[in-house]
């Protein structure tokens, strides 16, 4: 067994204690509170066929409560979420064996230059305040960056992973 299978170091017996899968139903400001630390995320959008597409994403959380990504209009999900803005989030925790929690909602895209501004606070959301406002605009501006911004519609119980209680 391993990671969040077993929960860690032997007990007196040289057996392994188990972890107890868990699931916690939030609000809206507890799954913000739950979203805002943590960057690493999964976002599944829908091809053409309807088939899910997966990317693996750096995000944050904006001033609204949006989930928000940088990245560039030629990417597969932009595509796919100007055609279907429907998506789903999987907020992970930054120990891969931590707590997560699947929030669904609805993408918009914001281009360039109505994206700028945005593409600010999502880097203070992220990283803080930049050491060249200027530089940093310039910088999204020559890259041709835009951003996809996720209001949350719903979203499941923050989880964590381990057995079922029957079995610890």
Known sequence: MTGSDNGG???????????????????RNELLDFV???????????RRDGSAQLSPVTAGLDAE??????TYPQRAKVANL??????SVLVLSDDFG???????????VLDLPDALEPLVEYF??????HPDWDEYR??????????IRITPTRWGPVA?????????
Do not use: N, Y
């Open 9 to 27: 170091t032997a007990g007196k017996d040289g057996r392994m204690p188990r972890t107890i899968a868990t699931t916690t139903s939030v609000g």
């Open 36 to 46: 805002r630390p943590r960057h690493s995320m999964i976002l599944l959008t829908r």
């Open 65 to 70: 409560g949006r989930i928000v990504v940088a």
């Open 82 to 87: 100007r055609r279907t803005p429907d998506c």
């Open 98 to 108: 931590g707590a997560w929690v699947q929030v669904d909602g609805a993408a918009e």
């Open 124 to 129: 203070r959301c992220i990283s803080g305040e």
């Open 138 to 147: 310039q910088a999204m501006r020559d890259q041709g960056k835009c951003l």
């Open 160 to 168: 964590t992973g381990g057995f079922p209680p029957e079995l610890a």
